[in-house]
């Protein structure tokens, strides 16, 4: 069955970089686009950027600067590096999935990052 | 970017009941291609997002055809009827006509 799974660090320290990797299985990811999406404790969700089927990716141009995606599909990975982080950056980070349909369809259980000293 | 603006903020309803959420865009949702790309999305407590509808009106896999979208251009509707125990989360609205993403900020449910 689809699924996806997050991975990383749980703690990151200010101003460090943050680096996550998304697992994938059930599906490819030359025919799927993986986003991450991201969503502060008690708040709302914030798209983040996106690593379409062909391997063109696009950012939230408020996190550009910071962000990269990439992936190994032999691997079946889609990688999340974000630098500079700072205590705002601290919430729950989703890789998700969408195809035809514009729409997330799957999503991985999140994977929780604090940014604190 | 377009903004999605979502009310209300939170809802109470017995169960049984119904509810409507509204959720209009900043900015016309149709497609260059025609397609109109307003989905709804669940995030029960302490769980992942789950998609319920996608292009304004059609049900996801498996979800119970009690929850119906509707809408067109920037105004959009999520009804839900016949509410059940389950159903309580937080609702948001996404669009995916135009990058970057956008989600709206989110409708509580909570069971009176």
């Known amino acids: 069955q689809v699924q996806l799974k997050e991975s990383g660090p749980g703690l990151v320290q200010p101003s460090q970089t943050l680096s996550l990797t998304c697992t994938v299985s059930?599906?490819?990811?030359?025919?799927?686009?993986v986003h991450w999406v991201r969503q502060p404790p008690g708040k709302g969700l914030e798209w983040m950027g996106r690593?379409?089927?062909?391997?063109?990716?696009s950012y939230n141009s408020a996190l550009k600067s910071r962000l990269s995606i990439s992936r190994d599909t032999s691997k079946n990975q889609v990688f999340l590096k974000m630098n500079s982080l700072q205590t705002d950056d601290t919430g729950t980070y989703y890789c998700t999935r969408d195809r035809t349909i514009a729409a997330m369809d799957a999503w991985g259980q999140g994977a929780s990052v604090t940014v604190s000293s | 970017d377009v903004v999605m603006t979502q009310t209300p903020v939170s809802l109470s309803v017995s169960l049984g009941g119904q509810v409507s959420i509204s959720c209009r865009s900043s900015q016309s949702l149709v497609h260059n291609n025609g397609n109109t790309y307003l989905s709804w999305y669940l995030q029960k407590p302490g769980q992942s997002p789950q998609l319920l509808i996608y292009?304004?009106?059609n049900r996801f896999s498996g979800i119970s055809d009690r929850f119906s979208g509707s809408g067109s251009g920037t105004d959009f509707t999520l009804k839900i009827s016949r509410v059940e125990p389950d159903d309580l989360g937080v609702y948001y609205c996404g669009q995916g006509t135009q990058y970057p993403l956008t989600f709206g900020s989110g409708t509580k449910l909570e069971i009176k």
């Open positions: 059930g599906f490819s990811l030359t025919s799927y686009n």
């Open positions: 292009k304004v009106s």
């Open positions: 690593m379409r089927y062909n391997g063109d990716t």
